[in-house]
């Protein structure tokens, strides 16, 4: 059997997110959720509710969808956690010269997710 990675955003008490990746969605969340590691970004922040999650079987794509979602604004990662691909893509238009790469959203990637 392969091996499933998981992409996921948790909102926090606060209402932050956070972005992870993870083998065990269901034990990762309750990690998160029951403070296993005091020096997590959770720690403080919970109760924490899993928002969005996508699977993977490779992981150099789970990871590098991971640092993507990371590098993105909340709004932009709310328009992916409400399936909103319009929004999605309006706000990866590109702004100025420099901003252009790797923010962006691939659309062969979020039809992986959906």
């Known amino acids: 059997m392969s091996k499933e990675y998981f992409v996921y955003i948790l909102e926090c008490r606060d209402k932050s997110y956070y972005t992870g990746i993870t083998e065990d969605l269901t034990k990762r969340t309750y990690d998160h959720n029951d403070g296993r590691d005091s020096l997590c970004y959770t ?11 996508c699977r993977f079987m490779d992981p150099r794509q789970a990871i590098a969808f991971e640092k993507q979602i990371k590098g993105w604004s909340r709004k932009k990662k709310e328009a992916l956690i409400n399936e909103n691909i319009d929004l999605l893509r309006k706000l990866a ?17 979020h039809n992986k997710c959906s």
Do not use: A, M, W
């Open 93 to 109: 238009e590109c702004k100025n010269e420099s901003s252009h790469q790797n923010k962006g959203i691939d659309d062969s990637q």
């Open 43 to 53: 720690y403080s922040r919970r109760p924490v509710t899993l928002k969005y999650f």
